[in-house]
C-alpha cells in the first residue's frame, strides 16, 4: 500500500462504512460483513464495526431482489453527524443513475472525502466514485463488464484489470469473490497476518488473491465472447501450456496472419499475443504453486518454461516475488 499516513486509526474501534445503492450484489457485503466478523473474533479485542448506508429509504433491494434494511440515511450525516472511519459505495452494474448521482449522495461523499475519510467502491460503485470526482489522478478496479464503458466515459483515469487496487485512501475492487481478497487485505494491514489468515481459513479461502492478480474475466471470458478468432486462439494456447506454440504455429492453428493475430490481441486485450500466452502461463503455474505439492522445477516444465533459473526471473517479474516465496507466504 502507498498510503502517506495510516489508512485506519491505529486503536480502539473503527466504523466501516456500507453505502448501498439499489441493486447492488448482496454477495459483496456479505462476503465483505464476513471477513469483519471473522476478523473481530480472532484480534485481541473486537476491532470493527460496520454500518449500511443509504439516502432516505430504510429497505434497498439488492440484485437478487432481496430487501434489505439500511442502518443510517445519509442525511442525518450531513452536518456534524457520525462518519465511518472507512466507507464503501456497493453497487450493481445497472445501478439506477438518477439514485447514483443524485446531489445529495455525491455533496455527502464529497464531505468525506473533505474531512479524509478513505472512501472505496465494490464492483460498480467505483464509477460513482469517479463520476462524484474522487477518482481523479487514482488507480482503479472495477468488474471487466463496465472496463469498457467506464474507459470511454472517464479517459482520464487509470483503470487496471486487477481483482482490488488500494491506492492511498481510494481502494476499489472488482465485485463478487474479489470483495473477500481486498477485506483480507485490510485486515492484514491493519491487524497483521495471522489474523488475515485466520480469517482465510474460517472463509475456506485457499489462496488470497492479491493487487497482482488480474480478472480473469477481464482477459479470457470477455474476450473470447467479443471475438471467434480469438477465442479459438486462446483456446489452443490454454491446450498448450506445457508446450507453447511459437507465434507461427499458433497463427497457422487459428488460420490468421502473425499480423492479423498480433492484431487481434491488441484490439479486445491490449497486450501482444506473446505477452498475453506468457501471462496465462504464469497465472497457471501460481495455481499449481499454491494448490498442488509439486517441485518447482516441475511447476516450471508443466507450464512450458525451460529451465529453473528462466522461470524464476519472468515469475519474480510478474508477480514481485519469487515461486518458493510465493508458494511459503501466509497471504
Known amino acids: 500500500m502507498t498510503a502517506h499516513r495510516p489508512l485506519l486509526p491505529r486503536e480502539g474501534e473503527i466504523e466501516i462504512g456500507f453505502l ?81 448521482y443524485h446531489p445529495k449522495l455525491q455533496s455527502w461523499l464529497r464531505r468525506l472525502a473533505r474531512r479524509g475519510v478513505p472512501l472505496g467502491g465494490i464492483s460498480a460503485g467505483t464509477h460513482i466514485l469517479a463520476k462524484t470526482g474522487l477518482l481523479d489522478g487514482y488507480r482503479c478496479a472495477l468488474h471487466w463488464y463496465d472496463a469498457s464503458v467506464f474507459r470511454e466515459t472517464f ?25 473477500i481478497d481486498m477485506m483480507l ?49 486462446i483456446g489452443a494456447m490454454e491446450a498448450n501450456l506445457d508446450a507453447p506454440f511459437s507465434m507461427i504455429e499458433l497463427s497457422a492453428e487459428v488460420g490468421l496472419t502473425r499480423r492479423q493475430l498480433h492484431r487481434l490481441f491488441r484490439q479486445y486485450t491490449g497486450e ?5 500466452y506468457r501471462d496465462l502461463r504464469l497465472r497457471h503455474a501460481r495455481s499449481l504453486l499454491h ?14 518454461f525451460g529451465s529453473h533459473s528462466h522461470f524464476t526471473k519472468v515469475y519474480r517479474e510478474r508477480f514481485g516475488i519469487s515461486p518458493l516465496k510465493d508458494r511459503h507466504s501466509d497471504l
Open 20 to 100: 448501498l445503492l439499489p441493486g447492488f450484489p448482496l454477495v459483496c457485503l456479505s462476503s465483505a460483513l464476513d471477513a469483519l466478523r471473522h476478523a473481530n473474533g480472532f484480534a485481541s479485542s473486537p476491532r470493527y464495526t460496520y454500518r449500511t448506508y443509504a439516502r432516505g429509504a430504510a429497505l434497498i433491494k439488492a440484485s437478487n431482489r432481496l430487501d434489505i434494511q439500511t442502518g443510517s440515511d445519509i442525511g442525518e450525516h450531513t452536518v456534524d453527524g457520525n462518519t465511518p472511519d472507512l466507507l464503501f459505495v456497493c453497487a450493481g452494474t445497472n445501478f439506477p443513475a438518477e439514485e447514483a
Open 291 to 304: 494448490g498442488t505439492p509439486a517441485k518447482i522445477i516441475d511447476v516450471a516444465t508443466a507450464t512450458g
Open 155 to 179: 479517459p482520464d483515469i487509470d483503470v487496471t484489470d486487477r481483482l482490488f487496487s488500494i491506492d492511498r485512501d481510494r481502494l476499489t475492487c472488482s465485485g463478487g469473490a474479489a470483495t
Open 185 to 233: 487485505r485490510i485486515v492484514a494491514d491493519d491487524l497483521g497476518e495471522r489474523v488475515a489468515s485466520k480469517t482465510a481459513e474460517m472463509m475456506q479461502v485457499e489462496r488470497v488473491r492479491s493487487t497482482d492478480d488480474r480478472q480473469s474475466s477481464a482477459s479470457l471470458y470477455k474476450a473470447k465472447a467479443r471475438s471467434a478468432p480469438l477465442a479459438k486462439a
Open 272 to 276: 501482444t499475443p506473446t505477452d498475453f
